[in-house]
């Protein structure tokens, strides 16, 4: 389908300068930008989740190609993902994408775990007697709901998920009951 006309008969065509802008329906290609520190995880034939903001459910695409030349300026390289046919999906849409850049095995907690003291995090870990012993953590990235801890917590420990205020050092913890 022609979407512009760039030029019109009786106009000087120029090497270079298009003459139509032309869309197709079919094999869509989303393209985003991303930053030189991040390029080198990407590669073509990665799986790739793209929201569409006019869409209600995630796309899973794959990455198509990775533009080898970089915006001097931005320092980011274009990246080209083939998305599935999907109802509802058009040229010019708005959307974002997700890449895997890495992966961490470090341990996650609940927000609602954390408390704080004297400006310092931690957790309240459940001991051998099933008694609370309050821990500093070192924490490291963030998302609205939960936080990494890079420092504090070993492997299989058990902590307090939902710290009430009352809750001090030496406490007796019972285990929640399950519901039915």
Known sequence: MVVARLKRAGDLAVPGAPLLTVESGRGLLFETFVAEGQVAAIAAGKPVEVKIDGLAIPLKGTVRRVVPSGDPVTRSYQVKIALPETAGLMPGMFGRAGFI??????????????????????VFVVDGEGRARFRWLRTGREWPDRVEVSAGLGANERFVAAVEPALRDGDQIAPAKEAQ
């Open 101 to 122: 850049i890495g992966e961490s095995h470090l341990p996650v907690v609940s927000r609602r775990a954390l408390v704080e003291r004297g400006g310092l995090t931690g």
